[in-house]
């Protein structure tokens, strides 16, 4: 069996006070873990179980497996789009923020606004497109930009598991604190840099 739980790379306290430690445990421990066992459930032991998962997410033509397959993913990408104290964006995708986004201040506005505006369960996305440009949208439950022509850089999960045992009903506060204080613009520059290099 190919998919697993990739470890938190942080402590579980480590964004505190935004996210609390609590969200951190029931997140990861509860969700994130129980779409690899969904995962694992729908399609252990098929030749599916030997792919990699953005290959599964890419081929999945049944809609639960895609669902769980891109939670798992999904997940994973989040926890590596946070951590306490990032700084701001350097090198090529600075660049490229000002360039596609009017800066960093806007870019940030945008993506609260995605974040805000998806009405239900999903995800909003720092994209890259083949050429570098970026762009910010949203998606709804499980979807994700693994079969578009878009790359994450970053992505902002709004299900309601994310943020409710904090600040209950108010996304807007968990957003606005994600945005401004937890996004890990270091490791969205490295994606950002393994496309233009073809990596
Ligand atoms: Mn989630």
């Not at 509860?30 to 953005?54: N, Q, W």
């Not at 994973?76 to 350097?90: F, H, K, R």
């Not at 940030?108 to 009405?119: P, S, V």
Request: glycine fraction near 8%.
């Amino acid at each position: 069996m190919s998919f697993e739980l990739d470890p938190l790379p942080f402590e579980r306290d480590a964004l505190e006070p935004h996210i609390s430690a609590r969200t951190v445990e029931i997140h990861y421990e509860k969700h994130h873990r129980g779409y690899v066992s969904k995962l694992e459930k729908a399609i252990g032991g098929t030749p599916a179980a030997e792919r990699p998962l953005e290959d599964v997410i890419r081929e999945a033509d049944d809609a639960q497996v895609f669902n769980v397959a891109a939670q798992v993913w999904n997940h994973t990408l989040y926890w590596n789009s946070l951590c306490p104290g990032a700084g701001p964006p350097e090198g090529a995708l600075a660049a490229a923020i000002d360039r596609d986004l009017g800066g960093l201040a806007a870019a940030r506005r945008a993506l609260a606004e995605a974040a805000n505006g998806e009405f239900g369960s999903g995800w909003a996305w720092l994209l890259a497109d083949v050429d570098g440009r970026l762009r910010v949208q949203s998606s709804t439950d499980a979807e994700n930009p693994l079969r578009s022509r878009y790359t994450a850089l970053l992505t902002i999960d709004v299900w309601e598991h994310a943020y409710y045992l904090d600040v209950q009903n108010e996304r807007d506060r968990y957003v606005q604190a994600v945005v401004d204080q937890l996004l890990d613009w270091q490791k969205a520059g490295k994606r950002y840099a393994a496309l233009s290099s073809g990596a």
